[in-house]
């Protein structure tokens, strides 16, 4: 893999406003801006893979990381061999979901999901979403009448490699329907 690497957050933005990456590996704690804050701003614009490094394993951690748009949260102490792994999955799902997707939009009641722009409206409204929420809104969408298991979800749109809680799809789901019900 060629790689670069920023001093800080802010020298990330500016290096992935210029350069075209396939994966960014973003620590928590970095000088001027935290990790959180670079993926939020990377988010705004962007669906490069984000893979979170972080001495920061609380629960509570893992879920806002993921929520802010992290597609995977690696605790340290780590090995190089398992962030290879997570590296390999991660940017295998990203390339599968983007060579998947259709050329359509597909509509429901005020709702409409531009598959290949991978950007929802509700009445016309832009919604601000998570690649995460995105994912599993179209999973959902895609598997429209079927009755999905946190198992099968987990497995389907995280991955068979997730670690963690399975509780995480419950949250995820909480943070869909906000944001659907905002509008």
Not at 1 to 27: C, N, P, T, V, W
Not at 138 to 144: A, D, S
Request: aromatic residues 8%; glycine residues 8%; contains cysteine.
């Amino acid at each position: 893999f060629l790689h670069d690497s920023a001093y800080d957050g802010r020298q990330a933005l500016d290096m992935i406003k210029k350069e075209h990456y396939d994966l960014m590996l973003l620590d928590q704690m970095m000088p001027g801006m935290t990790g959180m804050e670079v993926c939020q701003a990377v988010r705004k614009d962007s669906q490069l893979p984000i893979i979170m490094l972080t001495a920061r394993g609380e629960e509570i951690d893992r879920i806002l990381g993921l929520e802010m748009g992290a597609d995977d949260y690696v605790t340290k102490p780590f090995s190089p061999k398992e962030v290879m792994a997570r590296i390999a999955a991660v940017t295998k799902r990203h390339k599968a979901g983007a060579a998947g997707q259709k050329r359509e939009i597909e509509k429901f009641e005020g709702l409409e999901i531009d598959m290949k722009g991978r950007n929802v409206y509700v009445d016309g409204q832009k919604l601000e979403l998570t690649p995460k929420e995105y994912e599993l809104l179209f999973y959902l969408v895609k598997n429209k009448g079927i009755a999905l298991s946190r198992e099968k979800l987990l497995s389907d749109v995280w991955g068979f490699d997730f670690y963690g809680d399975d509780r995480t799809v419950d949250t995820h789901i909480k943070m869909l329907r906000s944001n659907l019900k905002e509008y």
